[in-house]
């Protein structure tokens, strides 16, 4: 079982074992953070932590989404946020799962989430003294990490449409199905994150001061805008899919018109060559020295006469 946890007093926080996290301390609050989830992990959460069997199944549940519910005197949180690990494109955004009384904070990972390291410096800085101060700093680290991240979709984006030309289109096509994909698995766990946080900010308890539901209802902001500007993000891509599509329509039809009017110009030549290469008797001045001039005379003439057709009705401009 990995994990770390520390004693907070005051402004001040210590490093304490896991398993000597709950003992030997009075007053202040207690953080212990689990970096697992496995059966080890819920055998301490159930025995030596004393959770009940609904807290400790929400702290290690396999598929989470982004929650908040009140049980008892504490609250269950569930948060998403980008993770220092590459994760499955389906499920970008990795999971923090906290439990949160009076005087204690649980909180659980499966994937190392960036927002860890954020809080425990905030945490090591002294800045952090309740489970209300804690829980909002990982709203805020959270969102905090994902904002620039959404930005960088829409620059992308913006990049992408600057260099729209149709001699790049897979590439640009590449591009723009990534940000896409990626704004839908961050739009799916942002718009309840937003959820979460309003309804945790209003949940009743002395453990929230008046200050941390403020901070909550600012992340809960940022949540809100980024999950708007995700679904300008999904637009914009799909219409500038759509705009590499028919430039790749139209380069295509280019060059089908190119073969057309190849096909065009050979395909009288093809059938005059083909019937004097018969090897019949009979053709008309099979037999004459001049014959094979005057035939590739009258194909270059031929082919002449429909290049100029073809470039006076300007199909070489289409």
Request: proline share 3%.
């Amino acid at each position: 079982m990995t994990g770390f946890a520390y004693h907070i007093t005051g402004d001040r926080a210590a490093p304490v074992p896991v398993d000597r996290a709950l003992g030997g301390h009075d007053g202040g609050l207690v953080w212990i953070h689990l970096e697992t989830t496995d059966e080890q992990a819920q055998g301490w959460l159930r025995e030596t932590a004393a959770l009940s069997d609904y807290v400790v199944d929400a702290l290690t549940a396999t598929e989470t989404r982004p929650r908040c519910e009140a049980v008892g005197q504490g609250a269950f949180v569930n948060l998403r946020g980008r993770s220092r690990e590459e994760l499955d494109t389906s499920d970008l955004l990795a999971s923090v799962r906290i439990w949160a009384v009076k005087g204690h904070v649980f909180s659980v990972t499966r994937k190392p989430l960036i927002a860890v390291g954020a809080v425990e410096e905030a945490v090591k800085a002294g800045t952090i003294r309740d489970p209300g101060d804690l829980i909002t700093s990982f709203a805020t680290a959270i969102t905090q990490d994902l904002d620039p991240d959404v930005a960088n979709l829409g620059d992308e984006l913006d990049a992408c449409e600057e260099q729209l030309d149709a001699t790049q289109i897979f590439a640009l096509r590449r591009t723009v199905s990534r940000v896409r994909s990626t704004a839908i698995g961050y739009k799916r766990f942002l718009s309840p994150q937003r959820a979460a946080l309003e309804k945790l900010a209003s949940l009743p308890g002395d453990w929230l001061d008046d200050d941390d539901r403020l901070h909550l209802a600012g992340a809960a902001d940022r949540a809100a805008r980024m999950a708007e500007e995700l679904d300008a993000i999904r637009e914009r891509a799909a219409l500038l899919h759509e705009w590499l599509s028919d430039l790749r329509a139209e380069q295509i039809d280019s060059r089908s018109l190119i073969i057309a009017i190849v096909a065009m110009v050979f395909l009288p030549l093809t059938f005059i060559t083909g019937l004097y290469g018969m090897n019949v008797e009979g053709l008309p001045y099979a037999k004459a020295p001049w014959a094979f001039d005057a035939i590739l005379g009258g194909c270059a003439v031929i082919a002449a006469g429909i290049v100029i057709y073809f470039v006076q009705r300007h199909w070489f401009e289409r």
